[in-house]
C-alpha cells in the first residue's frame, strides 16, 4: 500500500485496480452521484477500462498530484477518494482539488480534513501556488468545506443543463493562494500561543479600582 499522507482520522494511499469494488460502491449511490452526473451510477465497465487507469496513470506522470483513495484509520473502510491535480489548462503552479466521499463520511469532518492536509503538503512540499475547486450552487455542504479551507469564491458560472436530467446547474468557482495559506497559518498560530498562555500572566496586570 503507497500511503501519500496521513491525517489524524485518514489514510490517503495510492489507488490500485483492486479497488474496482471501491469505486463501483461509492458511484452506485445516487446521492454521492447527485452532483456529479444526475445520480447516475458509474458502470464497473467504465471504472475498470478508463476511471481506474487515469488514476494510476497520474502516478507515472506527476509527483506529488493525482487521486488519493481514503482509508478511515480507525475502522479501515474505503470512504471514497480525493484529487489534487493540474488542470489540463492550468496555469503554472495552480493546482484542483476534489473529492467524492460515501454517505457515511459526510458531516464528520472528513472533506475539510482531507482536503486541508492535501492543501498543505501542495504549498510547503511542492510548490504549489493556487488551489482552485468547483462547486454546485446548490451544493452547500461542498461549499461550507471551502469556506471552510479559507478558499475565495471567485466566479460563478451559469454551466448548462445536466443531460440526464435536464436541471439547470450553476456552479462556484474558489481560490486559494499560497500565501493566503502561510498568512492563516501564523494567524491560528498566533492565536493558539495566546490561548495557552498560562494564568499566572494575566494576574500580573495592575488592577485598577
Do not use: C
Not at 118 to 146: C, D, P, Y
Amino acid at each position: 500500500m503507497q500511503v501519500f499522507l496521513e491525517t489524524d482520522r485518514l489514510v490517503l494511499r495510492q489507488f490500485t485496480m483492486a479497488d474496482a469494488d471501491n469505486l463501483v460502491n461509492l458511484d452506485a449511490d445516487p446521492d454521492v452521484m447527485r452532483f456529479v452526473t444526475g445520480g447516475i451510477p458509474t458502470s464497473r465497465e467504465e471504472i475498470q477500462d478508463e476511471v481506474l487507469p487515469a488514476f494510476l496513470g497520474y502516478y507515472q506522470r506527476y509527483e506529488g498530484y493525482g487521486f488519493w483513495a481514503a482509508i478511515e484509520k480507525a475502522t479501515g473502510e474505503f470512504l471514497g477518494w480525493f484529487h489534487f491535480r493540474p488542470r489540463e489548462d492550468a496555469a503554472p503552479g495552480e493546482v484542483e482539488l476534489g473529492y467524492r466521499l460515501r454517505k457515511s463520511a459526510w458531516g464528520k469532518g472528513y472533506a475539510t480534513e482531507g482536503s486541508r492536509a492535501l492543501i498543505g503538503k501542495g504549498f510547503t512540499e511542492h510548490g504549489v501556488q493556487r488551489v482552485v475547486a468547483e462547486a454546485m450552487a446548490v451544493n452547500q455542504a461542498s461549499r461550507r468545506v471551502m469556506e471552510k479551507l479559507g478558499m475565495r469564491r471567485e466566479a460563478h458560472f451559469r454551466q448548462g443543463l445536466y443531460q440526464e436530467t435536464g436541471e439547470w446547474w450553476d456552479e462556484y468557482f474558489y481560490a486559494l493562494l499560497a500565501d493566503e495559506h502561510v498568512a492563516a497559518s501564523s494567524q491560528t498560530t498566533t492565536s493558539a500561543a495566546a490561548l495557552s498562555s498560562p494564568a499566572s500572566a494575566i494576574a500580573t496586570l495592575p488592577i485598577h479600582s
